[in-house]
C-alpha cells in the first residue's frame, strides 16, 4: 500500500511538472509567432510602399500617397488582426486542450491522494490518542487496584508498550503524506514519549527491585512524579498543535 501512496505522490509532481511545460510552451509559441508574422507583415508593406514613393515626383503626389498610404495601411492592419487572430487560435488551441486533459488528470489525482491523506490522518490520531491515554495510564501516581496489582501493571506496560510500536510503525510509512517540518515535529514529539517511557520504566524497575536506599527510592519516586504530571499536564498542548494541523490538511473549517 505504501508503494501506491508513493506512486500517487510522485504522479502529483509530475503532472505539475507537465502543466508548468505547458505553459511556458504557450507562452513562447506565442510570442515567435507574433513577432515573425509581424516582422512579414511589416516587412513586405515597406517593400510596397517603397516602390509606390519611387514612382512619385510632386509634392501633390506626395500628399495624395500619404492619405492613401494611412487609409491603406489601416485596412491592410485590421485585416492581418483578424487573420492573426483565427491563426493564433489555430495554434494555441490544441495546446489548451492538452493543458485542460492533463489539469483533469491532475484533479483526479489530487482527489485520490486527499482521500487517502485523510484516511491516513484520522488513523494516526486514533494511535496518537491511544499512545497518550495509555501513558497517562501508566504513569499515573496513583493506580488504583481491582483484581491483582502485578497483573495490572504488567496490562498497562503492555498497552504502553503496543501503542507506541504501532504508533511510529505506521507513522514511519505514511509520513510522505505531510510536509517535513510537520515531520519534525512528530518525530520529536514521539521521541518525548519514549524517552519519558523509557526513564519512568527504569525507575519504577528500580523500586520494585528493592535493592536500592532510601535516598535513591526518594530520587526514583520524585522522578517519576515529575514524569506522570509532564505527560498529563504538558503533552496535550502538543496533541492541541498536531489537531490543528489536521485540520488545516482536512480544511475542515470552523462554523459560525
Known sequence: MSGIFLWVFLQEIIILDIMGEYIIEI????????IASYLIFYKAWLNALGNEVAKLSTVEELTNLKESVKKEFNESLEAYKARLSNELSLKIEPLK?????????????????????????????HKLIELHSAMVDWTA??????????????????????????????????????????C????????????????????????????????????????????????????????????DKFRKLLKVEDEE
Open 27 to 34: 507562452i513562447i509559441t506565442v510570442i515567435l509567432f507574433l
Open 97 to 125: 486542450a492538452e493543458l485542460e486533459k492533463n489539469n483533469i488528470t491532475y484533479q483526479i489525482q489530487f482527489g485520490f491522494l486527499h482521500q487517502e491523506r485523510a484516511k491516513v490522518i484520522l488513523e494516526l490520531y
Open 141 to 182: 501516581f496513583l493506580q488504583p487496584v481491582v483484581e491483582d496489582a502485578e497483573k495490572e501493571d504488567t496490562a498497562r506496560i503492555e498497552r504502553v508498550n503496543k501503542a507506541i510500536y504501532e504508533f511510529q510503525n505506521f507513522y514511519v510509512y505514511h509520513k510522505l503524506f505531510f510536509q517535513k517540518s510537520f
Open 184 to 243: 519534525d515535529f512528530i518525530d520529536s514529539f514521539s521521541k518525548e514519549y519514549w524517552d519519558k517511557g523509557w526513564e519512568f520504566g527504569y525507575s519504577q524497575g528500580r523500586i520494585k527491585s528493592g535493592e536500592i536506599t532510601k535516598e535513591y527510592y526518594k530520587e526514583y519516586t520524585e522522578k517519576m512524579s515529575k514524569i506522570s504530571h509532564e505527560i498529563k499536564d504538558n503533552f496535550p498542548a502538543k496533541i492541541a498543535d498536531i489537531e
